[in-house]
């Protein structure tokens, strides 16, 4: 699977797992629909770093959290075998749909929490 391959797979993926068509994604990341069109029709198999950019945050991503999320659609990268439950499947799925704000919120609580057992 080639690396464009897996970008559209992952942006697929991300849209199904928050519920957003590729218009609503486009206007989250303040891109043209023909823009993620083109990407997900492999007319751009290279997409400007601006671009990945806007479609990361479009997904309430950091370009980092997105690259890694894309790679594991990458066959060409060896996968890790990480077993997790459901239950941690879900909860990973609800963190992902959170803002970076968010986020630094859920990681203080847990912080917290480790302290206080």
Avoid: H, W
């Avoid at 459901?86 to 302290?115: C, P, T």
């Amino acid at each position: 699977m080639s690396s464009a391959d897996a970008l559209v797979q992952a942006i697929q993926a991300l849209c199904n797992e928050r519920g957003l068509t590729i218009n609503a994604l486009a206007r989250r990341a303040g891109l043209t629909q023909s823009t993620i069109d083109s990407i997900m029709k492999g007319k751009s198999k290279n997409p400007k770093l601006e671009t990945l950019e806007k479609i990361a945050s479009g997904f309430d991503m950091t370009v980092d959290e997105f690259s890694a999320y894309i790679r594991n659609f990458d066959s060409r990268v060896p996968k890790t075998s990480l077993a997790i439950s459901n239950a941690e499947e879900e909860m990973l799925s609800k963190y992902r749909r959170l803002s970076d704000r968010q986020r630094k919120v859920v990681a203080q609580l847990i912080d917290l929490l480790i302290e206080r057992s």
